[in-house]
C-alpha cells in the first residue's frame, strides 16, 4: 500500500483579493499616458487632468520655503494636522460657506483622497450601502469597497442636467443604507445643486437617519452666478451626521502639495484620526505651512483662474456642441465639460464602428492625439469627460482636432 500524500495548502494568491478589486483611476492612467506619449515626441493634447494650469500663488510658496529653514518642521507633528492649521480651515470655513466648526473638529489629510477613504472607513462596515449619483468621481466607488462598503449608483443623465432627484434616492434606498455620497459643484459634470435641491436632498437624508459625506472641493468653481450650497449650512440639523471633505488643490493650484482635510463630528474625527496616526502619521509640516498661508490669505488667486476658467468653459462646451452628434451642457461650477456622444455609439469612423465611449476615446488619442477620459470611469458608457484646465491655445488646438476627426463619422 502506497504512502498516503498529506493535502496540498490552498492554492494562495500573490495580491490580496481586496487590492486586486480596485481599478486604476481612470485619470490618473489617462493623463500619464498621455505624458509618456508627449515624452516620447508626439504632440498630444490632454484634456485628462483635473488640474490647474495655474502656478501655486507666490505668497504660499515663499511661506513652503520659510518653513524649509524652521527646525519645527524637520520633526513629527499632530498626525490630526498643526493646530494653526485647523485653526485657519475652521476660519475659512465659516468664511467661504458659513459653516461655524471647532478647529478640533478638523482633520487634515494628505490630499483630498486620503479624506475620502478615511472617512468611508469611518462609517462604512462590510455590507453598508452608499447611495452614490452618477456620473462620480471615480475615486469615490472604488474607497466605498476598499472599506468593504456595496456603492449603489444612481444614475442622472444630460436631460436631469445631471443631477439626481430625491425620488430617484429613495427609490434605490434600501435596510443596509448607511451613507450618501453628495459632490456640488461636481466633478465630472460640471453640475451645481441649488440651494433649495441641497435642502430637500439634506431634509430626505436627515429624515431616513442617513450620513451625508459632502465634497467641496470645487466650492469656488462656479459660474454665471451660480452658489456653492454647503449641505450642513442649508440642513444644520444634519450636521451631527455630516462630513465634509475640501482641500487647497482646486482652489490654490495646490494639487502637488498634497493637503486635504474632513470637517466632522468629534466621534469620526477621532476615529479617522487615530487611523491616521497608524497610517501616515502627520501630513509634511512645509505642505501644511504653505496651506496656513494660503487659507490665511485673499482669493485673489482663484479669482484670475475663474475668469479664465469661465472663458475656456464656454469656449470648449461651443467647439463640442458644434460637432453633429454632440450633445454638451454648459457647465456650472468647476472645470469639466461632460458631453454625451450616445449618438456616436454604433456610428462609423474611420472604417471602425464605435462600440462604447471608451472606444471613442480610443480612437480620439490614437487618430487626433488629444487624451479625454471616457464615461465609463464616471459610471455609464456614452459621454467623455474633457477638463478645460489648460492653456487656451491647447483648448483650442485639441477640441479643434476632435472637431475635425468626428466629422468624419458616418
Given at each position: 500500500m502506497g504512502a498516503v500524500s498529506a493535502p496540498s495548502a490552498p492554492a494562495r494568491t500573490r495580491v490580496s483579493a481586496r487590492v486586486a478589486g480596485i481599478a486604476e483611476s481612470a485619470t490618473l492612467a489617462v493623463d500619464a499616458k498621455a505624458k509618456a506619449l508627449k515624452a516620447a515626441g508626439r504632440p498630444v493634447v490632454g484634456f485628462g487632468a483635473g488640474e490647474p494650469d495655474f502656478p501655486t500663488p507666490p505668497a504660499v510658496v515663499e511661506a513652503a520655503v520659510a518653513a524649509c529653514t524652521d527646525p519645527a518642521n524637520h520633526r513629527y507633528t499632530p498626525a490630526g494636522g498643526l493646530p494653526a492649521l485647523r485653526e485657519a480651515i475652521a476660519a475659512k470655513t465659516l468664511r467661504d460657506s458659513g459653516y461655524e466648526v471647532a478647529p478640533s473638529q478638523v482633520l487634515v489629510t494628505n490630499g483630498g483622497k486620503q479624506a475620502v477613504y478615511e472617512t468611508f472607513a469611518a462609517l462604512l462596515d462590510p455590507g453598508d450601502e452608499l447611495l452614490l449619483p452618477a456620473p462620480y468621481?471615480?475615486?469615490?466607488?472604488?474607497?466605498?469597497r476598499l472599506a468593504g462598503g456595496v456603492p449603489v449608483e444612481v444614475f442622472a443623465g444630460l436631460e436631469q442636467g445631471y443631477?439626481?432627484?430625491?425620488?430617484?434616492?429613495?427609490?434605490?434606498?434600501t435596510p443596509r443604507t448607511k451613507v450618501l455620497l453628495f459632490n456640488s459643484p461636481s466633478n465630472p459634470t460640471g453640475a451645481v445643486y441649488s440651494?433649495?435641491?441641497?435642502?430637500?436632498?439634506?431634509?430626505?437624508?436627515?429624515?431616513?437617519?442617513?450620513?451625508v459625506v459632502t465634497d467641496e472641493i470645487y466650492?469656488?468653481?462656479?459660474?454665471?452666478?451660480?452658489?456653492?450650497?454647503?449641505?450642513?449650512?442649508?440642513?444644520?440639523?444634519l450636521a451631527e451626521r455630516c462630513v465634509v471633505l475640501n482641500g487647497v488643490a482646486k482652489t490654490y493650484a495646490m494639487t502637488g502639495w498634497r493637503v486635504g482635510w474632513l470637517i466632522g463630528p468629534a466621534d469620526v474625527v477621532?476615529?479617522?484620526?487615530?487611523?491616521?496616526?497608524?497610517?501616515?502619521?502627520?501630513?509634511?509640516?512645509?505642505?501644511?505651512?504653505?496651506?496656513?498661508?494660503a487659507l490665511s490669505g485673499d482669493l485673489d488667486a482663484v479669482a484670475t483662474m475663474r475668469t479664465a476658467f469661465d472663458r475656456r468653459r464656454r469656449r470648449i462646451t461651443e467647439m463640442?456642441?458644434?460637432?453633429?452628434?454632440?450633445?454638451?451642457?454648459?457647465?456650472?461650477?468647476?472645470?469639466?465639460?461632460?458631453?454625451?456622444?450616445?449618438?456616436?455609439?454604433?456610428?462609423?469612423?474611420?472604417?471602425?464602428?464605435?462600440?462604447?465611449?471608451?472606444?471613442?476615446?480610443?480612437?480620439i488619442l490614437t487618430e487626433a492625439e488629444v487624451a479625454v477620459v471616457p464615461g465609463e470611469a464616471f459610471g455609464p458608457s456614452g459621454f467623455l469627460r474633457l477638463s478645460y484646465a489648460l492653456a487656451d491655445a491647447d483648448l483650442e488646438e485639441g477640441a479643434g482636432r476632435i472637431q475635425r476627426l468626428l466629422a468624419e463619422v458616418v
Open positions: 468621481w471615480t475615486t469615490y466607488p472604488e474607497a466605498a443631477k439626481v432627484t430625491v425620488e430617484q434616492l429613495e427609490a434605490a434606498r440651494p433649495e435641491e441641497v435642502r430637500a436632498i439634506g431634509r430626505w437624508a436627515d429624515e431616513h437617519g442617513l450620513w466650492e469656488h468653481l462656479v459660474y454665471d452666478g451660480a452658489r456653492a450650497a454647503s449641505m450642513p449650512v442649508e440642513v444644520p440639523e477621532k476615529g479617522v484620526g487615530n487611523l491616521q496616526s497608524h497610517l501616515t502619521s502627520n501630513v509634511a509640516n512645509v505642505s501644511q505651512r504653505a496651506a496656513i498661508a463640442l456642441s458644434a460637432i453633429d452628434g454632440v450633445e454638451c451642457p454648459l457647465p456650472e461650477g468647476a472645470f469639466y465639460a461632460y458631453p454625451s456622444v450616445e449618438a456616436l455609439i454604433g456610428r462609423t469612423l474611420r472604417g471602425s464602428e464605435i462600440t462604447s465611449s471608451a472606444h471613442l476615446a480610443e480612437l
